[in-house]
């Protein structure tokens, strides 16, 4: 059953494209963007990324304009594709720490603590699950050092997830998000599934996170790997958005459920929604951001939660919105 969703899904790439490009020309282009929906899916012909060094630099990669995304556009795109809509959306956390306020957010006080989670996140549909990021192991978690706890058996339940899963999409090349695909034990069997962009798998193969994520470019291109500027649609009800800046390949999604229930998930965008809600960037050495571009997501990001009272917008790693959302039922456990 399973496999006739990832099937049907990898199937549907190819109207996708056509529709989304139908799409993306009707599109108010007001701010210009290039039309460029280039969608290499598993059973079409792969353009193998080079292995050579990346040009692509995170300090001055983020040539884009200041992106504001449309929110009708992303609705249309989100049930474009032909199927039933996600009916829940489910998350594990697999590993924690505990930083300084001061770090996580530029302006905190460094006597306050702030409790970051490490998480994936599951679409459920009723003959199906997607991914979306993998999660990290113990050996990836220790590289982060900064102490924290790692869970053995949720990792596992990541895993068993992952394999399970029809699709696996990847936000963004950073180790808590990648590591559970690239130092999977079922690599040779997820890989296929795996969705990410042209500068995410570049990433990966030039300029892995962690010393653990150096991954050989045969392997990264057993992933679809999809190109676009704006929009994507992956699947019914979820719809990738080009949004660089934390990282020159970061993504964030936007979520519909069956029952009606809108997410924005903004993943690295925040480390906490206390960045978001302060309009505040991390304050930690080793982050290198583009701020004109964070500065410009927090404002949409803002904007959306003052007028979209039902829309929810989710961070990776904070730690308040795990608890909460998962005592409502907002979010369930993984599958
Ligand atoms: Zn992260």
Redesign the pocket.
């Known amino acids: 059953m399973q496999t006739n969703t990832g099937k049907a899904i990898i199937a549907s790439f190819n109207i996708i494209t056509l529709l989304a490009e139908i799409s993306i020309n009707t599109m108010n282009n007001r701010r210009n963007f290039i039309k460029k929906t280039l969608l290499i899916g598993a059973g079409l012909s792969l353009s193998p990324i080079p292995t050579m060094a990346s040009n692509l630099d995170e300090k001055n990669i983020v040539k884009a304009p200041l992106f504001t995304p449309d929110l009708a556009q992303l609705r249309k795109l989100a049930t474009v594709i032909v199927g039933e809509l996600p009916q829940g959306l489910n998350i594990i956390r697999i590993a924690d720490t505990t930083r300084p306020a001061s770090v996580v957010v530029k302006g905190g006080d460094p006597k306050r603590k702030i409790k970051l989670e ?1 998480t994936a996140y599951q679409l459920e549909y009723t003959n199906g699950t997607i991914m979306l ?1 993998s999660g990290m192991d113990e050996a990836t978690h220790l590289h982060f050092g900064k102490g924290g706890n790692f869970y053995p058996d949720s990792y596992a339940t990541l895993q068993q997830a992952l394999k399970k899963a029809n699709m696996i999409v990847l936000s ?1 090349y ?4 990648v590591a559970g695909v690239v130092r999977s034990p079922y690599f040779d069997e997820i890989a296929h599934k795996v969705w990410t962009s042209t500068k995410t798998a570049e990433l990966m193969i030039n300029r892995p996170h962690k010393p653990t994520l150096k991954i050989a470019a045969d392997k990264v291109n057993q992933f679809m790997i999809s190109d676009f500027d704006t929009y994507q649609p992956i699947a019914p009800g979820i719809v990738a958005i080009n949004t660089p800046g ?1 990282s020159a390949d970061s993504k964030m999604f936007y979520i519909r459920l069956q029952s009606g229930q809108e997410f924005i998930h903004s ?2 965008t925040g ?1 906490a929604m206390e960045n978001i809600t302060r309009n505040s960037m991390k304050n930690a050495s080793w982050i290198k951001e583009d701020e004109k571009q964070i500065m410009a997501q927090f404002a949409w990001l803002n904007r959306l939660m003052a007028t979209e009272k039902d829309l929810i917008v989710l961070c ?2 904070d730690s308040g919105q795990y608890i909460n959302l998962r005592k409502q039922g907002i979010l369930g456990d993984i599958v």
């Open positions: 490490r990021d963004h950073h180790g808590d998000h934390h993943v690295d480390w990776a790693h």
